[in-house]
């Protein structure tokens, strides 16, 4: 018995000895047809490696100006310089694409991609099973299936045929060519904007909305469009009469105007300004000395987080000027932020109470009243630090009474 298993495991050993031959070279015009496995391999110069059924190279090299052809097999395969790489056939787990190499995909499966620099990538066939990570180069599709494509940087994308569930266009900026869509069948797309400058940017929920941010599709070509977050710096501008995007962050001087759509959280930094008239956005959190106005729309929070995360919060020296909509789950006023009740018949409710002015609200509990539109409104003041004011003002009628009263008694002096 131990004889037996003395020679099982010496003919284990020679297998797995066996199974990965040693790693190969090629230079000059050397040609080398791959049938057998190898660990690494490494290709320079003019060389060509083919890369044939049950052949299999662990990770492949290819330099300069060398040809690696895989119709059959598997393995990994990096391209660097001016090297190309013709798939069709086999498997590859990890296929890179550097400085100026070419990639042709027309048959076989590929998980994860990755593309960089200068590189050209042309996929007429086959599936990418994983993803397309495309940081830099050119990438042309015109058939196949794409699970994912990742469109990065300044890197352009050329669609004309062929499947993609999902590209994932993130930095969008203005006068940067990114996608031209003009045949095939994208199921889904989701970008990210950034604007800067006195950049102005207008978002409908239509694709047409990116055409000046590097977004070219024919109608039809796309299922669903997703904006996941616009970044505004600088003066730049953002109106909103529609759409779903994902959340929004203003800094600098920017300026946000929502008049319609949802919104899943809104952030406003530095000397900001956003304008909320419509619109049902989840959470809305004013820092620094930024400016909000709500005349409509609903902040809805997320109730179902515990504890609770509030629709509103005001920090920083943040002002927050509200004259209509509604604030669900809760406001917090922090810091030395000011938050203006902009309305009549107000009417404090437990823990709250009036200031000696009449105006200010001191204490935590639920707020009462009426908007000028004459819709009722209840907000529930939830953390009310004392640094922080909370103010309602009274109707206009009532400050005009208030002042000729005021300059009737100036009169009888």
């Not at 180069?137 to 569930?165: M, P």
């Not at 031209?180 to 978002?203: P, R, W």
């Not at 809104?266 to 400016?291: E, P, Q, R």
Request: aromatic share 10%.
């Amino acid at each position: 018995m131990k004889r037996a298993f003395f020679v099982l495991a010496i003919v284990i050993l020679v297998m797995g000895a066996a199974a990965w031959a040693e790693d190969f070279t090629l230079t000059g015009y050397d040609i080398l047809d791959v049938t057998t496995r190898y660990t690494n391999g490494y290709l320079y110069d003019f060389s060509t490696a083919n890369v044939l059924d049950y052949g299999s190279v662990y990770y492949l090299y290819a330099y300069n100006s060398s040809t690696v052809n895989m119709s059959g097999g598997r393995g990994d395969i990096s391209a660097h310089d001016s090297s190309t790489v013709n798939i069709s056939g086999g498997q590859i787990n990890e296929l890179d694409a550097y400085t100026s190499s070419t990639v042709n995909i027309s048959d076989g499966d590929v998980g994860d991609f990755y593309t960089y620099d200068n590189s050209i990538v042309n996929i007429s066939g086959g599936i990418i099973s994983s993803y397309i990570e495309a940081q830099g180069g050119t990438v042309n599709i015109s058939g196949g299936q794409i699970n994912e494509l990742d469109a990065y940087t300044s890197n352009c994308v050329n669609i004309s045929g062929g499947y993609v569930k999902v590209i994932k266009a993130g930095g969008l900026q203005r006068g940067v060519e990114r996608l031209n869509i003009s045949g095939g069948t994208v199921e889904k797309i989701q970008t990210a904007l950034t604007l800067e400058g006195d950049d102005h940017f207008s978002y409908t929920g239509s694709v047409s909305d990116f055409a000046p941010y590097g977004i070219q599709a024919v109608e039809g070509t796309i299922g669903e469009l997703s904006l996941r977050q616009i970044d505004a710096y600088d003066s730049s501008i953002v109106d909103i009469p529609g759409g779903s995007i994902g959340s929004l962050w203003a800094y600098d001087s920017s300026t946000v105007n929502i008049s319609d759509g949802s919104m899943g959280s809104l952030w406003a930094y530095d000397s900001s300004t956003v304008n909320v008239s419509g619109s049902v956005i989840k959470f809305l959190h004013a820092y620094d000395s930024s400016i909000v106005n709500m005349s409509g729309g609903s902040l809805i929070g997320y109730p179902y987080y515990v504890p609770p995360r509030l629709g509103l919060i005001a920090s920083g020296s943040s002002i927050v000027n509200i004259s209509g909509g509604s604030i669900d789950v809760g406001l917090q006023a922090s810091d030395y932020s000011t938050v203006i009740f902009d309305g009549y018949d107000f009417a404090l409710g437990s823990g709250l109470s009036w200031d000696i002015d009449g105006k200010t609200i001191l204490g935590t509990g639920i707020l009462t009243g009426m908007w000028f539109d004459n819709t009722s409104f209840d907000i529930n003041i939830s953390i009310h630090d004392p640094t922080a004011t909370i103010m309602a003002i009274p109707e206009p009628a009532t400050l005009f009474f208030l002042s000729l009263g005021g300059l009737l008694l100036r009169k009888k002096k």
